[in-house]
Nanobody
Framework: QVQLVESGGGLVQAGDSLRLSCAAS????????MGWFRQAPRKEREFVAA????????DYTDSVKGRFTISKDNAKNTVYLQMNSLKPEDTAVYYC????????????????????WGQGTQVTVSS
């Protein structure tokens, strides 16, 4: 059974940093592209970042470029999201997900191409 478990969320002040982790099991995650998404109150879930299965390629939504870094430790089956210079508008539940297809050639921002999701971790940034 495939499981993704996020951790590392919390309440921080604007300008602070957090590192989210996503521990994966039930699949050889070194073979799959991974992504982070977030959902703010009363908003739709949105793409945040993605990383290729071999970690040689990343993609970020414009609002987090230069502040967030996605990384992957295949030996630990874990994906990370380092979030620096946090802003109140980063407040959301953050989800990690894995794509359906092995060895993806291209990164995707489409939720439809991700088949397994974690339960989410809350990040709250106060001003």
């Amino acid at each position: 059974q495939v499981q993704l478990v996020e951790s590392g969320g919390g309440l921080v002040q604007a300008g602070d940093s957090l590192r989210l982790s996503c521990a994966a099991s039930g699949r050889t995650f070194s073979n799959y592209n991974m992504g982070w998404f977030r959902q703010a109150p009363r908003k739709e879930r949105e793409f945040v970042a993605a990383i290729k299965w071999n970690a040689f390629g990343t993609d970020y939504t414009d609002s987090v470029k230069g502040r967030f870094t996605i990384s992957k430790d295949n030996a630990k089956n874990t994906v990370y999201l380092q979030m620096n210079s946090l802003k109140p508008e980063d407040t959301a539940v953050y989800y990690c997900a894995t794509v359906r297809q092995k060895w993806g050639v291209r990164l995707t921002r489409s939720e439809d191409e991700y088949d397994y999701w974690g339960q989410g971790t809350q990040v709250t940034v106060s001003s």
